[in-house]
């Protein structure tokens, strides 16, 4: 059974910073690319960053362009989400979730829980 | 970017009765080298994550059941529930993945009339 636990989130300040994880499990993880998604309360999806199965390539929203950082452990089954430079715009649930790559672009089949991220003074 | 854009953004329908819900792409997502439209749907209930129903516009996801379906092709989708059931109501998005980072409609919210 494939399971994606986010982890990390929490209350923090403009202008700080807060690293998200993401335990997979249930399926090959170096296998695939995986990607984060973030959805502001009551509001819809928005995708944030994708990574590669073997981490070579990432790719981020122009909204968190230079501010957020991906990365993977594939010897731990491991996602992170290094989040800087925080606004109070980037409050959301942030979602881990697996992906379904063509050479283009991916849909993910299976989600994490999330974690909620509130940036607020 | 390619910008997705769902209709109506709420829908009551009765039980029993056929739910459509409407995704439009500001430019076709479907690639002519293989023929396949780059386009999923997901539905997503109160305090769950998204989940997977449709991809390729049309194949629905491993488990789920049959009464529903997606069709169309290029710039224009449809997602079709065939016979409500209480436990579809929920938010359904549709995303494209076609090219960059995939991009969601608003989302449609379905409730029952």
């Known amino acids: 059974e494939v399971q994606l636990l986010e982890s990390g989130g929490g209350l923090v300040q403009p202008g700080g910073s807060l690293r998200l994880s993401c335990a997979a499990s249930?399926?090959?993880?170096?296998?695939?690319?995986m990607s984060w998604v973030r959805q502001a309360p009551g509001k819809g999806l928005e995708w944030v960053s994708v990574?590669?199965?073997?981490?070579?390539?990432?790719f981020y929203a122009d909204s968190v362009k230079g501010r957020f950082t991906m990365s993977r452990d594939n010897s731990k089954n491991t996602l992170y989400l290094q989040m800087n430079s925080l606004r109070a715009e980037d409050t959301a649930v942030y979602h881990c979730?697996?992906?379904?790559?063509?050479?283009?672009?991916?849909?993910?089949?299976?989600w994490g829980q999330g974690t909620l991220v509130t940036v607020s003074s | 970017d390619i910008v997705m854009t769902q209709s109506p953004d709420s829908l009551a329908v009765s039980l029993g009765e056929r739910a459509t819900i409407n995704c439009k792409s500001s430019?076709?997502?479907?690639?002519?080298?293989?023929?396949?439209?780059?386009l999923a749907w997901y539905q997503q209930k109160p305090g769950q994550p998204p989940n997977l129903l449709i991809y390729?516009?049309?194949t629905r996801e491993s488990g789920v059941p049959d009464r529903f379906s997606g069709s169309g092709s290029g710039t224009d989708f449809t997602l079709t529930i065939s016979s409500l059931q209480a436990e579809d109501v929920a938010v359904y998005y549709c995303?494209?993945?076609?090219?960059?980072?995939?991009?969601f409609g608003q989302g449609t919210k379905l409730e029952i009339k």
């Open positions: 995303q494209q993945y076609y090219t960059g980072l995939g991009t």
């Open positions: 979730a697996k992906g379904q790559c063509s050479s283009t672009s991916c849909y993910n089949d299976y």
């Open positions: 430019q076709s997502v479907l690639y002519s080298s293989n023929s396949k439209n780059y």
């Open positions: 990574i590669s199965h073997s981490a070579g390539s990432t």
């Open positions: 390729w516009a049309s």
């Open positions: 249930g399926f090959t993880f170096s296998d695939y690319a």
